[in-house]
């Protein structure tokens, strides 16, 4: 065996290259006294006993080492570990730090978004007022002008038709309804009368009616109900459920083309007459509403054409009102002359109601004095009609909502007119108690008994009213009402002497006009305003 | 070394991330239980816009396109189909008509396999989704006839689940929209207004902005 | 030879102890978090399984008188909270009156549902055409009171219709026809799910 592998050792140890192993392994054991716990002590005397030959010394020597190796990788694992601890509580410290404050950050962000989605949504302060045309918020205008001024010359007449015009609607669609009710009950009638007689009166398709001051005018004949037959139960119910999906159509192109194809498939019969009519006066106000002229001609060409009595005087009506729109003074004229024949006809057959007549009188008088200036036949036509409602008993429910309005229109007089508390007060309590103020109503209402307390400098109770106007526009989605202030504007110059005052209740017409043009929150911002200013009073 | 010290630190990151997420779904769970609902508190109110109207039924939604239907439905009438309140074919989505008096024109829905579900309001090229899109918020709004019956009274089924997506959808697009529970004892129909004060058709959600 | 092997031995000590203690721990942690985030998600996305229904609602000056529409009938729940506040505010004794019986009508109408043990849904009864006409009585005179008080205040229907429950919803529609009462009474309606219980107890006690 070479001495080789001591060699190294023998070096280590300044020993002599010649040194015997058993030397060797004396130097080793005495090394071993002041380092008991090397282990690669403990191996080289192992290898030295192996390379003597002492097989047994030297296997307790190399189980010795490595005891002695296991407790030194111990030792230096627990070292380990020990600095691992401080480098990982340092880290969690700093983990801590870092990650729980964007957490608690981030769950209180969360609830509260938590608690805002939890939250009822407020509602928009938004909705536009009907966008009526111009044109009919002017007709109505100068309605209520025609009005004030008969109450002046009359003042019994200012309750009964103080201004019946306003409605959830233009005047001329208030009208319209008046009209249609009247119309539906009559074709309610009709039809129960259709099963014992056979309503087939009439001659070969022609209008009945035919006014003085225009020609004949030729139908083409798809224009006539004029097929042969019994009126179609199945499709009077179809075509009257089908007025649900045309009533706030603003399409009138769309209105135009369904009638067009319905009375391709259906061939009008001369018995349905009146519910072609119906639909052909859709599309005329429609077309009416959006000016076009030619449009509103031929479908009120047409649905004269229908030969139906109940619509003549929309037909004149539509007519004059849109033919002066064209500046065509003479066939206006002539149109509203052919009204006045109409009602003259009307008046005569006896399938009308008087409320019916009533009604068309009362247009008779609007036009005239809406287009033509003319006082004195609007006077007339106003007489005519009131001593018409007078007559009548039974009141139904159109007649008690349209009294409704009445009241309201009452309560504008009293209010321009200063009325004492006493008679106030109980045209109130009816109007509170009428059970069919819709919030829009509720609106005007309060903002006609606001200035009624301003002028008066009731300024407490003035406050409340104008707080349940502001709370109110806030709940409010759409402010939908058909009033028309231009009348009471106009009067509030002489009703109210002090220009402040004078001013507020300008300001609070303004906030209450359905026609003008501004959103909720507009309206609020100027109650707010009207508020304000009385806080300071 | 250091490669060690890492791995524990990645330790630490994940326990720290799994006893967070611990916290949140105890947190999820506490408020589960004592949720108290709040309705929208939706109230009808009159509009100037006209309606749009859809059936909701068996988690699927048609648009009743008024124009065919009434269409359809004034052929029927005039071949006598109708007559007798006798039920006939409306030739659209797998409707059935009827016309009375009472109900002005009523539409069964025995079939809807041909409806959209309402599952496709979340793809967006669906017809469904260009229906909705079509309603132009400044003249119209969207009327849905609901169906309310379920086999098992859970709702699944019924139209109520298909009608709460196209309203939350639709309210998004500033659409408001209104609705009705229909059944088959009472299905939907639409009617003149001059009849009953049931036939009117008001939108009452409010479309968001 | 011998020698490499016991320094190897030594070696693999060391680093063996290490990473054994490592792996199955974050194996455990990144499971643990996939099914807890999992659950997470679910439980999000998953429509909420009990959602209680409080019997006063308002918004605004406008209160719910609350019809709960189910299968077997409806459940009334009238408001009663603001009501006392409305009775400071009228002037009248014959509305005081009104309201004081009004209150009280509808006070025993809510102890009544709430001395119920088990679940309210239990109490539900198909709607009394007498019942509705008085409720669109008591309601349109309330505000009506209201309105000649000067007082905001008013009063809506609002249904709240479980699946099967239209029949009875539109039973009480139709009675609601008859009655001019019911012309200017305001609605709500709205979907609810079979899960969706209703608490009285909870609100009662706040009054």
Redesign the interface.
């Known amino acids: 065996m070479s001495k080789t592998p001591f060699n190294q050792l023998k070096i280590n140890w300044s020993l002599a290259e010649d040194t015997s192993l058993d030397d060797l392994l004396a130097q080793a054991q005495n090394k071993l006294l002041s380092d008991p716990s090397n282990p690669e002590l403990v191996?080289n005397i192992a290898e030295i006993h192996r390379h003597l030959g002492n097989k047994d010394d030297a296997d307790a020597n190399y189980k010795e080492?490595?005891k002695l190796?296991?407790e030194r990788?111990k030792v230096?694992?627990e070292k380990?570990e020990k600095r691992?601890e401080k480098?990982?509580g340092s880290?969690?410290a700093k983990?801590?730090i870092l990650?729980f404050l964007p957490?608690i950050a981030g769950l209180l962000i969360a609830g509260g978004l938590?608690k805002a989605l939890?939250?009822?949504?407020p509602?928009?302060a938004?909705a536009n007022p009907?966008?009526f045309a111009f044109t009919q918020w002017l007709a109505k205008q100068q309605m209520v002008k025609i009005i004030t001024t008969l109450q002046k010359q009359n003042p019994e007449l200012s309750f009964d038709f103080s201004r019946q015009a306003s409605s959830?609607q233009s005047p001329m669609e208030f009208m319209q309804s008046l009209m249609?009710?009247d119309a539906?009950q009559r074709m309610k009638r009709e039809q129960q009368n259709a099963s014992t007689k056979k309503n087939d009166k009439g001659k070969d398709g022609r209008p009945e009616f035919q006014c003085s001051k225009e020609p004949a005018i030729s139908c083409p004949a798809s224009d006539i109900p004029s097929a042969a037959g019994e009126l179609?139960?199945?499709?009077v119910?179809?075509m009257?459920?089908?007025?649900?999906?045309l009533?706030?159509?603003?399409?009138c192109e769309?209105i135009e083309?369904?009638i067009e194809?319905?009375g391709e498939?259906?061939?009008w019969r001369k018995s349905e007459a009146r519910i072609k009519a119906d639909l052909e006066d859709f599309a005329m106000e429609c077309f009416y509403r959006q000016k076009n002229v030619e449009k509103t001609i031929e479908h009120a060409r047409k649905l004269q054409c229908t030969g139906d009595a109940g619509y003549i005087n929309s037909v004149y009506w539509y007519m004059t009102a849109i033919t002066h729109h064209a500046q065509d003074t003479a066939r206006a004229e002539a149109s509203y002359q052919c009204f006045q024949e109409a009602t003259d006809y009307i008046e005569k057959n006896t399938d009308f109601s008087p409320a019916y007549i009533a009604s068309r009188h009362r247009e008779s008088g609007a036009l005239a004095w809406l287009y033509f200036n003319d006082l004195d036949s609007a006077t007339n036509e106003l007489q005519k009609a009131r001593s018409l409602l007078k007559s009548i008993s039974k009141k139904t429910?159109s007649i008690l909502e349209v009294s409704g309005e009445i009241d309201l229109d009452l309560l504008e007089t009293y209010v321009t007119a200063n009325i004492d508390q006493d008679s106030f007060d109980e045209l109130?309590?009816d109007i509170?108690?009428s059970?069919?103020?819709?919030?829009?109503y509720?609106q005007i209402k309060d903002t006609l008994v606001t200035i009624y307390y301003l002028q008066n400098n009731k300024n407490d109770?003035a406050k409340?009213?104008l707080?349940?106007i502001t709370?109110?526009f806030?709940?409010?989605?759409?402010f939908?009402c058909g009033w028309d202030w231009g009348g009471f504007k106009r009067g509030l110059n002489d009703s109210i002497s002090d220009d402040s005052i004078r001013e507020q209740a300008i300001n609070m017409v303004d906030l209450a006009d359905c026609y003008i043009d501004s959103s909720i929150s507009q309206r609020i911002t100027q109650s707010n305003a009207v508020a304000k200013w009385l806080q300071g009073k | 070394m250091k490669n060690l010290i890492s791995l524990d630190s990645l330790t630490d990151i994940v326990s720290n991330s799994v006893g967070i997420l611990i916290i949140f779904a105890v947190i999820n769970l506490i408020h589960d239980d004592s949720k108290t609902y709040q309705l929208e508190i939706p109230i009808e109110h009159a509009t100037d816009l006209s309606p749009v109207f859809f059936i909701s039924k068996d988690d699927r939604l048609v648009h009743l396109d008024t124009d065919k239907l009434f269409a359809n439905a004034t052929l029927q009438a005039t071949s006598g189909a109708a007559a007798n309140k006798r039920l006939f074919p409306l030739d659209y989505s797998g409707l059935l008509g009827k016309i009375d008096r009472d109900n002005g024109i009523s539409f069964y829905a025995r079939d809807t396999t041909e409806w959209a579900a309402f599952q496709d309001l979340d793809k967006r090229q669906s017809n469904l989704r260009k229906t909705l899109d079509n309603i132009d918020p400044k003249k119209q709004y969207a009327y849905f006839f609901v169906y309310d019956s379920s086999e098992d009274g859970s709702g699944i089924g019924s139209g109520f689940e298909a009608f709460r997506k196209a309203r939350e959808y639709l309210k998004s697009h500033a659409i408001k929209t209104g609705w009705q529970p229909v059944n088959s004892e009472a299905p939907t129909n639409i009617c003149d207004k001059s009849f009953s004060p049931r036939c009117v058709y008001l939108p009452s959600y409010l479309g968001g902005k | 030879m011998a020698l490499s092997r016991a320094k190897r031995y030594a070696l693999y000590n060391q680093q063996e102890k290490l990473e054994i203690s490592l792996f199955p721990f974050l194996s455990i942690f990144l499971c643990v978090m996939g099914v807890l985030s999992f659950i997470n998600v679910l439980s999000s996305f998953s429509a909420p399984q009990k959602i209680e229904l409080t019997a006063q609602l308002e918004t605004g000056y406008k209160v719910a008188y609350q019809i709960f529409s189910l299968p077997d009938g409806v459940i009334n729940v009238p408001p009663t909270t603001h009501l006392r506040k409305l009775q400071k505010a009228v002037t009248s004794e014959d509305d005081k009156d009104t309201i004081k019986s009004i209150i009280q009508y509808r006070e025993g109408v809510l102890k009544q549902l709430e001395n119920h043990t088990g679940s309210v849904m239990n109490l539900a009864r198909d709607p009394d055409i007498d019942d509705v006409l008085d409720t669109m009585r008591d309601i349109r005179s309330l505000n009506e009171i209201a309105l000649k008080a000067n007082y905001l205040y008013e009063e809506f229907l609002l249904f709240g219709i479980y699946p099967n429950g239209g029949q009875a919803y539109q039973k009480i529609r139709d009675v609601m026809t008859l009655t001019q009462d019911s012309r200017a009474i305001s609605i709500g309606l709205e979907p609810l799910d079979a899960n969706w219980t209703l608490n009285l107890k909870k609100t009662t006690n706040k009054q």
């Open positions: 191996y080492a490595i190796t296991h990788t230096r694992g380990l691992l480098k990982r880290t969690r983990f801590l990650t957490v938590w939890a939250d009822p949504d509602i928009p938004e009907e966008n959830k249609q009710e539906i179609r139960q199945e499709v119910l179809l009257e459920a089908y007025r649900s999906v009533e706030n159509e603003q399409d769309k083309k369904s194809s319905i498939q259906l061939q429910p109130l309590h509170n108690s059970g069919r103020l819709t919030d829009g509720k109770k409340i009213t707080k349940n709370s109110r806030k709940l409010m989605p759409e939908i």
